[in-house]
């Protein structure tokens, strides 16, 4: 009985002992990101190019069209001169056009366009006319594709709603080679427009988190049109998702060939691993992935336990920092709340509840990213080294361009390169603050530039607590959509502070309420007269 006590004792020690290590082995390895590459179909484009200009002959001089296809006879791209001589002539409105290695489509009337540039009567005031009436905001081609974000001018009524909107409505389209796998059950569906029907055969239109999109295939390439919207009832300065429809097909029915070029270098189908220190640090340690508060999610859903660092980035504050929920597990102490937050481990975010539709939570609601708190300045001191407790600076987390109008509360900066298609989101700095810096449409940055500083601004000045909240957008058969940025930020501030953390269990503790006020007296979650999904439709994000 003895012997086989003994047995059974160091069979359950191995398994133990198994499980530990295989646990130890999960920790340590981030998942990296499963990519599809597509190839553009360019014998098609220069098809629909010749197609398109046939109505104006004159324009023979500017675009040297090939009878016999000799523009995609040759893997030297140089010798397309159709492709080079568009580039030539829309560069000088949509910079670095030559740089896509997709078909561009625009909403350019290009034959109309080079007529009127041929006899001098184009300018900034008169270029809406060939662009359906809408304003170009941003052009950013690159490895992967190209993004555009145009505007429709309030005033601009002729076949679209009656009401005028407050302020202009944003229009954004996507054309990339990479597209990035995702575990998405709500992905690839949709409906058909028959009115559009004829033009784009596999148009699907659908609303994702808090966008109206229209996903369509052309040279083999998957593009995504999509408006922000509201999906309810019209209601005061919030476009709801039926009144975008007429204007996202009116931009859908102006698509043209614009430009584009073949490149040598394809992008990469093998994405890049985040690299991680050898060393470990003593400190520094972090709850699972996927374990938010406890009921803290919506509709009484959990985590979800993704592994995946989408991205080697810059962590975008300096350390320490802390990542924590700013709305849940703050207990209240006197007047005041405490911040669990401002120490470790850290802990996810992304699937706590709020009201924004989020496709990769169970529920299908969260946050959408992460709360990121700077560490308290230990003493505060003038000077370069110095630490100002209100002026705890925001970093770029990688070399891109900047998406952002004047006014806005979020920013993104883009990367389009040959191994990624991936936008970084800020949100909670001073949009006066971000417009004075110029942190606008098409700004370049470098990875570690500093672009703001940690604020509370929603909505306006201490509409939140004092943190940044960050998250990521992958581009998919879908348009862009929000991961959960947590594993990508460990690997970050692992790479900061030079050393490795320590992933921590799961504690079981009792669930404390909601905060209703932030730690700085202000509201941890504004309340609008709206309600949450309205100011998610209008950029007043709740986060």
């Known amino acids: 009985m003895g012997a086989r006590i003994t047995f059974i004792t160091a069979a359950l020690a191995a398994v133990i002992t198994l499980a530990a290590t295989s646990a130890g082995r999960a920790a340590d390895s981030f998942a990296t990101p499963a990519i599809s590459l597509q190839r553009a179909d360019w ?10 200009l046939t109505t104006a002959p004159d324009v023979a001089a500017d675009v040297a069209l090939s009878a016999r296809r000799r523009d995609v006879s040759s893997d030297d791209p140089r010798r397309r001169p159709a492709l080079v001589q568009l580039n030539g002539v829309t560069s000088t409105v949509f910079t670095g056009i030559g740089r896509s290695p997709v078909p561009v489509l625009l909403p350019l009337d290009t034959s109309a366009y080079l007529s009127a ?57 996507t054309g990339s080679l990479i597209t990035y796998d995702i575990a998405d059950p709500a992905g690839g569906k949709g409906e058909g427009v028959k009115a559009l029907s004829a033009q784009y055969p596999d148009l699907r239109r659908f609303i994702r988190e808090g966008y109206v999109r229209y996903a369509f295939t052309r ?26 429809y007429p204007i996202a097909e009116r931009f859908l029915r102006a698509l043209r060939v614009a430009g584009g070029q073949p490149s040598r270098n394809a992008p990469e189908i093998t994405p890049i691993a985040a690299e991680r220190p050898s060393a470990s640090d003593a400190d520094f340690t972090y709850r699972p992935v996927g374990d938010i508060v406890v009921n803290s999610g919506a509709r009484g859903q959990g985590g979800r336990a993704d592994p995946t660092a ?36 850290w802990r996810d975010n992304f699937c706590e509840t709020r009201d924004f539709n989020v496709g990769q939570c169970a529920s299908g609601l969260g946050h959408q990213g992460q709360d990121l708190r700077p560490g308290a300045c230990p003493v505060r001191r003038d000077g370069p ?24 509360q979020g920013a993104i900066i883009q990367v389009n390169s040959g191994t990624e298609h991936v936008r970084f989101r800020y949100m909670h700095m001073n949009p006066a603050a971000m417009d004075k810096d110029g942190l606008l449409n098409g700004r370049r940055l470098r990875e570690g530039e500093p672009i703001g500083v940690v604020s509370n601004y929603l909505d306006h000045p201490n509409g939140t607590t004092r943190h940044l909240h960050f998250d990521v957008q992958l581009f998919t058969r879908d348009g862009w959509i929000w991961v959960n940025p947590y594993m990508t930020l460990i690997a970050a501030y692992e790479r900061l502070i030079g050393g490795r953390g320590r992933e921590v269990g799961v504690e079981i503790a009792a669930t404390p309420p909601p905060a ?20 998610a439709a209008a950029g007043r994000d709740r986060n």
């Not at 184009?122 to 052009?139: M, N």
């Not at 992967?144 to 974000?149: P, T």
């Not at 730690?519 to 941890?524: E, I, R, S, V, Y």
């Open 385 to 408: 080294d110095g630490c100002d407790p209100w002026r705890q600076r925001v970093l770029a987390v990688r070399d891109g361009v900047v998406i952002r109008s004047a006014r806005q």
């Open 219 to 244: 040279f083999g390439v998957p593009y995504v049109v999509s408006i922000q919207c509201l999906d309810s009832a019209p209601r005061p300065k919030r476009l709801a998702c039926r009144e975008a």
């Open 43 to 52: 014998r098609a484009a220069l098809d629909q190019l010749r197609s398109e």
């Open 516 to 535: 209703t006020t932030g730690a700085l007296g202000t509201p941890a979650l504004d309340s609008s007269p709206l309600g949450p999904a309205a100011d």
């Open 310 to 345: 989408y991205s080697q980035i810059r962590y975008p504050l300096d350390a320490p920092a802390y990542v924590h929920s700013q709305s849940f597990g703050r207990r209240r102490t006197s007047d005041k709340f405490d911040q669990p937050w401002s120490q470790y481990p």
């Open 117 to 173: 540039r041929r006899r001098g009567a184009v300018d900034p005031q008169t270029l809406p006319r060939y662009q359906a009436d809408f304003q170009a905001d941003l052009f950013d081609a690159g490895p992967s594709g190209y993004d555009a974000v145009f505007s429709l001018a309030p005033e601009v009524t002729a076949g679209l709603p009656s009401r005028i909107f407050a302020k202009p409505v944003e229009v954004q389209i």
